[in-house]
């Protein structure tokens, strides 16, 4: 009997899934570009974004995986075959470590800690109070999915006031509630540090832009971490470059790597990191690609598979 | 009938005080050095650190408030008054203030962040997995009281493996408890980032010593925002010059302000803040002072009065 084959599409930097499950001989692993197919064998296809049309040229494939959270790069061309179910990847470590990294930049801009290493660096004493109390700063999350909910819950225990944003409307105990566009102005108004962690679809691309940053109060902080598609940098650095807003964190672009020539390098304002907040482990990731293909050659359907009327 | 008088016996930063129900007139309100007073009127002592022997001049002393958490400066020259209730401040913010930056802290060492800061400044794109996996990033809080268990608590959801210790064994959820002296070593030697949150006592000062960073396992990371009291600094510098410790997060000092000679401000593994870990709020130590005095005036007796065999 043919083992399932698997066609992974993936940067070089994932060279650490090749000492996992995925390479047991439990199923036939084929790495593109490393070593030619035929395209009626391919049943299964892991990747964050397939290049344009090749799906459609799988005669058999019976699943995709996506390698992130985000299916987004999946439907970047439009040519998603609708019949094939999509898996997205999601781990209880990897909604931990996005917490860990929205909540570590929201505290440094909340307790003025460059502001300490620079005394620091200048040998100097400089105690003060918080700039802001955290009761009266209001933590704004966009996006009420797992790691949403999960990074809003810890933002209350810290003690600041918080409201989340998305789609349709959420009951979390301590967490205000905003959904749809009409309510969107109301939720940046009363947003002193809003966190971006939804999906990019057609509705939330460039939803990070010069209204939003003018609806938020004078000295609003901006941390993205979905995709560089929701963030309309021109009107950042406007909003920054006028003062009004007081500073951003991104970690993802709309071309990664950053290229060497964006002014978002050297922006006294901006913390730009290599879209790390996140990453999927070569061990959990074989496992839920390894399960899901098991579950699919038993004739069942794995957890996580996406609505396509939702497109994440 | 006499108004209660309280003599206050601060440091200028906290000019915020005199701004709230201290001075409402419902208290004589002495602020020390500022006007003189007659020992026998005064009923009240609030401070951090009252003179040594000032508090036996005072015959008809009926409770002292310590200013912070910590107790340690009212029994610092031994000659507090065993007879006088002394309380001390408590409130949720200024736990969730100070696990705010023990959080901040950790997770700024376990996310790399000060290398993807180097990053930025040289316009390089450094994709990296993190250093150690968050499963395998060793937690140590020391000191079991609501700030340590609440930081704890926070650690644990955050996806790391999280033990205490403390005087007496607890029983937290998810959290391994390690008590007293001889527990000590074992507790050192499956910590990878310790963070010490005691009292401090005769049996605590210079508890982070050589013994203890060499029980620790290579690369271990320590932060303290207890008391300068508790930090062997030699030892200190010795175990991250070995290369044995990765590096420290210092908010108390022996001196405050940390003295300008101080080889800690330029150490390249050293952070240094000026004590602002956890910094009471002009308007809620007002609340709670007055409201403790108020007890004590109807013949009650305030929460948070601290037992005297424990000195904390």
Redesign the interface.
């Known amino acids: 009997m043919k083992k399932p084959a698997l066609l992974a599409i993936l940067p070089n930097?994932w060279n650490?899934l090749w000492q996992t499950r995925l390479t047991d001989g439990t199923i036939d692993l084929i790495r593109f570009g490393k070593r030619p197919y035929d395209p009626p064998e391919i049943d299964y296809v892991l990747s964050f974004r397939p290049p344009q049309g090749l799906l459609k040229t799988l005669p058999n494939l019976k699943a995709c995986f996506s390698m992130g959270a985000g299916v987004d790069g999946f439907f970047a061309y439009g040519d998603y075959p609708a019949e094939v179910p999509l898996v997205r990847f999601s781990d209880?470590?990897l909604s931990?470590?996005m917490?860990?990294?929205v909540?570590?930049h929201a505290?440094?801009h909340?307790?003025g800690?460059r502001r300490?290493?620079a005394?620091?660096s200048a040998?100097v004493?400089?105690?003060?109070?918080?700039p802001r109390?955290?009761?009266d700063t209001r933590i704004g999350i966009m996006g009420a999915g797992v790691i949403g909910t999960f990074a809003a819950e810890?933002f209350v225990?810290?003690?600041f006031p918080v409201a989340s944003w998305s789609r349709s409307r959420k009951t979390l105990p301590g967490i205000e509630s905003f959904a749809g566009a009409d309510e969107l102005p109301a939720f940046f108004a009363r947003t002193d540090i809003v966190v971006c962690l939804l999906p990019l679809t057609p509705g939330t691309q460039g939803i990070l832009n010069a209204a939003a940053f003018a609806a938020m109060p004078a000295g609003g902080f901006v941390v993205n971490v979905a995709r560089g598609g929701h963030m309309v940098i021109p009107d950042l650095i406007a909003a920054l470059d006028s003062g009004h807003l007081s500073g951003a964190v991104l970690d993802v672009f709309e071309t990664?790597?950053?290229p060497?020539g964006s002014p978002l390098?050297?922006h006294p304002k901006v913390?730009?990191?290599?879209?790390?907040a996140s990453?999927s482990?070569p061990r959990v990731a074989a496992d839920y690609v390894m399960d899901g293909i098991a579950a699919f050659e038993r004739g069942e359907r794995p957890a996580n598979i996406v609505e396509f009327g939702r497109k994440y």
């Open positions: 930097a650490g209880d470590t931990a470590e917490a860990q990294y909540l570590m505290l440094v909340h307790r800690q300490f290493d005394a620091q040998h004493w400089a105690q003060a109070m918080l109390r955290t009761e810890m225990k810290l003690g990664e790597p950053l060497e390098w050297s913390t730009v990191t290599p879209h790390i990453i482990q």
